[in-house]
C-alpha cells in the first residue's frame, strides 16, 4: 500500500492572538478561521484519511498512471486539461515550452502536473478555502505520497488573493524557457473580467474561434526597440495543434482546449470571492459574538466597519457571479476541440424547462444565463448562513424587478426570469421568500 500523510494538527496555543494585538479578519491561522488547525472536509484530506485507515490503496507508479488514478479518484474529467509553460509553480526548474504543466480540475480539486514532475494539488475545503499538497520527492519511494505543504502559501496567500489561501494564475510575456519578461500587472489573479488580449501569456491554448479572438497564449515573447511584443507559434496551423512546443503524446490527452480555460478562468477569482466572503462574514460573527448560524439578519449587529466589509464583499461576490463586468466574446462562435463540453455538462442541474445555468452562449459571452454555476459549490454552500442569505436577497431584488438595476443593465428580463426560474427549480435551500415568490417574475 503507498502511503499518504494527514493534514499536520498545530497547537492550539500557536492560534492564539497576543493580548492586545488586533485581529484582521484575513489572519487565516487564527480562530475563528483556524487554518491548520480546523478538521478539514475537502475532498483530498477525506480521500487520505480512508489511505491511512487501510480502506483504500494506492499502488499506481508515478507519472501518468498515478495522475489518471487520482483524476478517477476526485471526479476530474481528463479533458479539462490546460497547459502553462511559464514557471510559476514549486517545480519552476523543470517547466519549459518543451515540458509545460498541465492543470486539471473540477469546481472543487485542482492537480497539476507534468511530465517527469511530481503533482500539486489545491483541494477546496468549505469553510477554508484552497488546501495545499505537493507529492513526495519521485526518489524517496517510501516516503509519505502527499504532504500538506506550507510553501505554496509564499504565492497563494499573497496581495493577489488578500493574503488569504487562494488559487492563482497569471498572464506573463513568456520567454521559450518559460521565465517572464514582464507581467500584465493590471490584474494579479485571472478571471473572466480581463480583457482577452490581455488573457493566457504563458498559456497553451487549443480549439475553434482563436484566430478571431485576441489572446496571448502560444506565443513567445522578444522585445524590438525595447518594446516587448509575442510572436505567435500556431498561427495558420491547426486550432488543436500544439506539436509545434512539445510531443503531445506526453500528457494524458491532446491540447488545452478553450472551453476549459474559459471556464478555470471563471473559477479562479469565483473561488476567491466566495473565500472573502467567507472570512469577512465569520470574522464580524466572531467579533461580535454571534453564532455562526445566525441568519442574515444578524448582519445588522456587527459592529460597524465589518458591516461595511461584509457587505462590499458580497456585493463584489454578487457582481462577479453575474457576470457583470465580463468582456464580449467576438461573436464567432467558440468551439472546444475534445469532450469538454460533455464532461462539463455532466453534472448540470436542469429546471423543469430545461434550462440550466451551465447552458453555453460561447458566441458573444461564455454563458446564456449569466448566473454561476459555481452557486452550486460546496464552497459556496460552506459559507456562513447569513453570508448566503443575504447573497441571494440581494439576488432577489435584482431579478425581481422590471427595471434595469445599476450594475446590471446587462441582464435583460427575460434572461432574469431564466436565472430565477432555474435556481427555483434547482437549488433547494434558498431562502424562504425566494419560494413565496415565484409569481414575481415569468420565464420566457
Known amino acids: 500500500m503507498t502511503r499518504f500523510s494527514l493534514p499536520l494538527i498545530l497547537s492550539g496555543l500557536c492560534l492564539l492572538p497576543l493580548s492586545g494585538v488586533a485581529q484582521y479578519w484575513n489572519d487565516f491561522e487564527l480562530e475563528p478561521h483556524s487554518y491548520r488547525s480546523r478538521e478539514l472536509q475537502d475532498p483530498v484530506s477525506l480521500f487520505l484519511e480512508k489511505v491511512d485507515s487501510g480502506e483504500v490503496t494506492v499502488d499506481e507508479p508515478n507519472g501518468k498512471p498515478l495522475v489518471k488514478r487520482l483524476l478517477e479518484t476526485f471526479d476530474i474529467p481528463v479533458s479539462s486539461q490546460v497547459l502553462v509553460f511559464t514557471k510559476t509553480s514549486l517545480q519552476r526548474d523543470q517547466v519549459s515550452v518543451e515540458n509545460p504543466r498541465a492543470l486539471y480540475f473540477n469546481e472543487n480539486v485542482y492537480l497539476g502536473w507534468m511530465p517527469g514532475g ?81 488573457r493566457w501569456g504563458g498559456w497553451m491554448v487549443s480549439g475553434g474561434g482563436l484566430e478571431s479572438l485576441p489572446h496571448m497564449a502560444n506565443a513567445i515573447a ?43 478562468d471563471h473559477q479562479i477569482s469565483a473561488h476567491y470571492h466566495i473565500n472573502e466572503a467567507q472570512f469577512r462574514v465569520r470574522q464580524g460573527l466572531f467579533d461580535a459574538q454571534l453564532d455562526f448560524n445566525s441568519g442574515r439578519e444578524a448582519l445588522e449587529k456587527l459592529k460597524k466597519s465589518d458591516r461595511a466589509d461584509v457587505s462590499k464583499s458580497i456585493d ?8 457583470a463586468n465580463e468582456p464580449a466574446l467576438p461573436g464567432n462562435q467558440i468551439t472546444d476541440h475534445g469532450s469538454y ?104
Not at 475545503?125 to 505554496?152: K, W
Not at 488559487?167 to 520567454?175: A, D, E, I, N, Y
Not at 495543434?241 to 472551453?259: Q, Y
Not at 435583460?412 to 424562504?432: N, R, W
Open 341 to 444: 463540453r460533455a464532461d462539463f455538462h455532466k453534472n448540470k442541474r436542469t429546471s423543469k424547462t430545461g434550462k440550466s445555468l451551465k447552458d453555453l452562449d460561447l458566441k458573444d459571452r461564455l454563458l446564456t444565463h449569466r448566473l454561476s454555476w459555481m452557486v452550486y459549490s460546496k464552497a459556496f454552500d460552506g459559507m456562513p448562513r447569513a453570508a448566503r442569505e443575504e447573497f441571494f436577497f440581494r439576488l432577489w431584488n435584482i431579478l425581481k424587478t422590471q427595471d434595469a438595476v445599476e450594475g446590471y443593465q446587462h441582464l435583460g428580463q427575460e434572461e432574469k426570469a431564466s436565472i430565477f426560474e432555474i435556481l427555483i427549480d434547482t437549488k433547494a435551500d434558498l431562502p424562504a421568500f425566494w419560494k413565496e415568490s415565484g409569481d414575481l417574475v415569468k420565464a420566457g
Open 222 to 264: 522578444t522585445r524590438n526597440n525595447g518594446k516587448l511584443q509575442l510572436d505567435r507559434k500556431t498561427q495558420g496551423t491547426e486550432p488543436s495543434d500544439l506539436s509545434v512546443f512539445f510531443p503531445e503524446d506526453a500528457h494524458l490527452t491532446k491540447g488545452s482546449d478553450i472551453l476549459a480555460m474559459l471556464a478555470h
Open 118 to 198: 511530481r503533482i500539486e494539488i489545491a483541494s477546496i475545503d468549505p469553510e477554508v478555502g484552497p488546501v495545499f499538497y505537493f507529492q513526495r520527492p519521485l526518489d524517496r519511494p517510501d516516503d509519505l505520497l502527499f504532504r500538506r505543504t506550507r510553501s505554496c502559501l509564499g504565492c497563494h496567500a499573497g496581495s493577489a488573493t488578500n493574503f488569504l489561501p487562494g488559487l492563482l494564475g497569471q498572464s506573463v510575456f513568456p520567454r521559450e524557457n518559460g521565465t517572464s519578461m514582464g507581467t500584465i500587472r493590471t490584474f494579479e489573479r485571472i478571471s473572466h473580467e480581463i480583457p482577452y488580449e490581455q
Open 316 to 323: 463584489k461576490l454578487l457582481s462577479y457571479f453575474l457576470f
